[in-house]
């Protein structure tokens, strides 16, 4: 993983209440709209591509996907992270929070819970290094964040 997702991914697990913390990378420029029902395209922003019928050219995702623990460390992190994005769309960036889960069958209710940090990139050069400098912007960002506000995500 580039030293840029790293760095993403370890903003977001060192806020207190996190867990299972990974960044993944999701090409969505070929991913017609009538495919969204099938089952490999589940955890896609499908809400977001579906209002464009589908991936944008050169679109990718950048999905930070994590969960939270189930006390309040858990909800204070959810509530920060959520700030932070909301915050960060504000100002222009195209990111989006979700929550995730599985249907409701007895053996997975209440265990399959996990929330997506959606960061949408779209370039005609496909240039990856001005992907990945986004992609540390957007961990510095988080970083500062957590500087400035140490008391909201306090153990």
Avoid: N
């Avoid at 991914?9 to 709209?33: C, H, M, N, W, Y």
């Avoid at 994590?66 to 990111?95: H, N, Q, Y």
């Amino acid at each position: 993983m580039p030293p840029e997702a790293v760095r993403l991914q370890r903003a977001v697990e060192l806020i207190p209440g996190t867990t299972e913390v990974s960044v993944d990378k999701f090409d969505l420029s070929g991913i017609p709209e009538a495919d969204f029902i099938l089952q490999p395209y589940g955890d896609l922003p499908l809400g977001a591509l579906r209002r464009t019928h589908g991936g944008l050219a050169h679109e990718l995702a950048i999905c930070v996907t994590f969960r939270i623990t189930p006390d309040v460390k858990g909800l204070r992190a959810l509530e920060f992270v959520s700030w932070w994005v909301r915050d960060s769309a504000r100002g222009g960036r195209p990111i989006q929070i979700r929550s995730l889960a599985l249907p409701p069958i007895d053996a997975q209710i209440g265990k399959t819970l996990k929330f997506s940090i959606d960061f949408f990139y779209s370039d005609p050069k496909q240039d990856m290094a001005k992907l990945l400098s986004e992609v540390g912007e957007l961990a510095r960002g988080l970083e500062e964040a957590k500087r400035l506000y140490p008391k909201a995500i306090a153990p």
